[in-house]
Nanobody, 124 residues
């Protein structure tokens, strides 16, 4: 399975962006999916995750209420809608997929496949 993240860019604080992650080379419809991010000089951190059915989601406290993760299993895609963006949201955003579990997880070690990342820059 290959994951391709897209939709990053430059946005002003308070603005919105929608990231997409397209899977190819196999179906991810039974996989948990997640978004992580990595700011310069920092560790990669969990942003949000969604179960295989889309029925369960969880988020990092720092984005709760501002970001929404969703998926379209028919299109083999997952999305991250980001609103009320802050400069501290600036990072490279990575999508990830887990074939070992269909349940959402905030642990990097749970995920088997990673996309290449898309850069989000939020200006103040």
């Amino acid at each position: 399975v290959q994951l391709q993240a897209s939709g990053g860019g430059l946005v002003q604080a308070g603005g919105s962006l929608r990231l997409s992650c397209a899977a190819s080379g196999g179906t991810v419809s039974r996989y948990a999916m997640a978004w992580f991010r990595q700011a310069p000089g920092k560790e990669r951190e969990f942003v949000g995750a969604i179960s295989w059915s889309g029925g369960s989601t969880n988020y990092a406290d720092s984005v709760k209420g501002r970001f929404t993760i969703s998926r379209d299993n028919a299109k083999n895609m997952v999305f991250l809608q980001m609103s009320s963006l802050k400069p501290e949201d600036t990072a490279v955003y990575y999508c990830a997929a887990s074939y070992r579990t269909g349940r959402s997880s905030n642990a990097k070690s749970s995920y088997d496949y990673w996309g290449q990342g898309t850069l989000v820059t939020v200006s103040s």
